[in-house]
């Protein structure tokens, strides 16, 4: 088999990052609270970064302002997927629907927030998200997504190595 081919064979294999509402205002509005760092930033770096894992991964990502077109996604994406990396946004607190969907593709996944939640306002406190998934970064900004990334590519790795 040629190496291209061998890439090839792998590249069917990726990671489901989601945003949810407003996300995609990120680095024009409120920098203060989200930082300066665009939507588009931080998937270029999270696509360099499948990309440099071995073997390299591709990357489905999908930002909406609506519930369901986020449930769709994660029933339609998830089950083929590595993993999911989400960022429900204010979803978050509330959206049983998304939970839903995340307990029924039972795929790992990793809450992500950009902002330390419990350092905010009492109603971001509380995630209804955070029961079902693997885990929850919060607070570390754009790094976060990166972090859930590397530990989901740890996660297939140590997954292959042992079947
Ligand atoms: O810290 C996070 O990542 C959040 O998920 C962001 C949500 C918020 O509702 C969650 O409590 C925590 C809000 C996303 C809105 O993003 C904006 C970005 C720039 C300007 C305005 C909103």
Same mark, same amino acid.
């Given at each position: 088999m040629s190496n291209s081919s061998m890439v090839t064979a792998t590249e069917h294999e990726y990671v489901l990052v989601l945003n949810g509402p407003n996300l995609n205002l990120l680095g024009s509005r409120e920098p203060g609270v989200y930082g300066a760092t665009t939507l588009a930033d931080i998937v270029a770096d999270l696509v360099a970064c499948a990309r440099g894992a071995d073997? @390299?991964?591709?990357?489905?990502?999908?930002? &909406? *302002? =609506?519930?369901?077109?986020?449930?769709?996604? $994660?029933?339609?994406? +998830?089950? +083929? &997927? /590595?993993?999911? $990396? $989400? *960022?429900? #946004?204010?979803? %978050? =607190?509330?959206? $049983?629907? /998304?939970?839903? #969907?995340? /307990? #029924? /593709? *039972?795929? @790992? %996944?990793?809450?992500?927030?950009? &902002? *330390?939640?419990? #350092?905010?306002?009492?109603?971001? =406190?509380?995630?209804v998200i955070a029961p079902v998934v693997l885990g929850q970064i919060a607070g570390l900004g754009p790094d976060g997504y990166r972090l859930a990334l590397q530990y989901l590519l740890g996660r297939r790795a140590s997954s292959k190595a042992n079947r």
């Open positions: 073997p @390299p991964l591709r990357l489905e990502h999908l930002q &909406s *302002n =609506h519930e369901g077109v986020l449930v769709d996604a $994660i029933q339609q994406l +998830g089950p +083929g &997927s /590595v993993g999911i $990396i $989400i *960022n429900p #946004a204010a979803l %978050t =607190h509330y959206s $049983i629907a /998304v939970r839903d #969907a995340l /307990v #029924a /593709v *039972n795929v @790992p %996944t990793v809450e992500v927030h950009l &902002s *330390n939640i419990h #350092a905010r306002e009492e109603f971001r =406190h509380h995630s």
